[in-house]
Structures are given as structure tokens and as C-alpha cells.
């Protein structure tokens, strides 16, 4: 069974941190990327940083760029997402997805293209 679990979330205030987790099961994890994505309240899902399979490339969005890192541990499974410098703006749920092949770059591009694989998501609150 294909799984994404991402956890990690919870409240925080604005200028605080907080890493999120997305572990993975049921596929090739080396040869996936794994995207972390947000929605806000009333907003369209975007993408704000992915990691490739095997190359370690990776990509942000503009909007978190110097505060968040993205990192992976393929003995674990696992996808860490270190968020920084945190503004109310930053708030959603942050889902984790997977896509066989896929460049981080296609993120900055296309969106959530060739992901395929999607955890349930972790809410991130951010107060002023």
C-alpha cells in the first residue's frame, strides 16, 4: 500500500520554526521526488519546495526561499521540510506528494504535475 504520512504541524508563533516530516512506504523512494505543497484557507494549493530521488536537486518557491530547507533521509524514508523565519503567511495544510521521476524543477513550472502520491497533510498555524 502506497502511503505518504506527513506530520510535524502545530502552532506556532511568527518568527518561530518547525520541521516537517513526510515518511514514506509502499514505493521506490529513491526514485521519486517528494514535493512538500500548502493550501491557505480560501486558496489554491502551491508548491513550495521538492527534493529529486536520487541527485539531491532540489527547488523553492520564491515565497520561502532562505527560510525553509528541504532534506531527506533514504534509510528512513523520510522527507524533512525545516521552516524557518515563520510568517502568518505561511499558514495551510502542507501536504507531501511523490511523482516517479519528476524534477524539482517541474514544481516552479507546472505545479503539482506527475505527483501522484499524496499524504493527508499537516495543518501550520502561524499567529501575528
Known amino acids: 500500500e502506497v ?3 506527513e506530520s510535524g504541524g ?3 508563533e511568527a518568527g518561530g520554526s518547525l520541521r516537517l516530516s513526510c515518511v514514506a512506504s509502499g514505493f521506490t523512494f ?4 517528494i514535493g512538500w505543497f500548502r493550501q491557505a484557507p480560501g486558496k489554491e494549493r502551491e508548491g513550495v519546495s521538492s527534493i529529486s530521488g536520487n ?3 532540489t527547488y523553492y518557491a520564491d515565497s520561502v526561499k532562505g527560510r525553509f530547507t528541504i532534506s531527506k533521509d533514504n534509510a528512513k524514508n523520510t522527507v524533512y521540510l525545516q521552516m524557518n523565519n515563520l510568517k502568518p503567511v505561511d499558514t495551510g495544510v502542507y501536504y507531501c506528494a511523490a511523482g ?3 524534477h524539482p524543477a ?3 513550472a507546472l505545479g503539482d504535475y506527475g505527483m501522484d502520491k499524496w499524504g493527508k497533510g499537516t495543518l501550520v498555524t502561524v499567529s501575528s
Open 100 to 102: 516517479l521521476g519528476v
Open 3 to 5: 502511503r505518504l504520512v
Open 106 to 108: 517541474v514544481m516552479g
Open 10 to 12: 502545530g502552532l506556532v
Open 30 to 33: 529513491e526514485n521519486h521526488a
Open 55 to 57: 541527485d539531491g536537486s
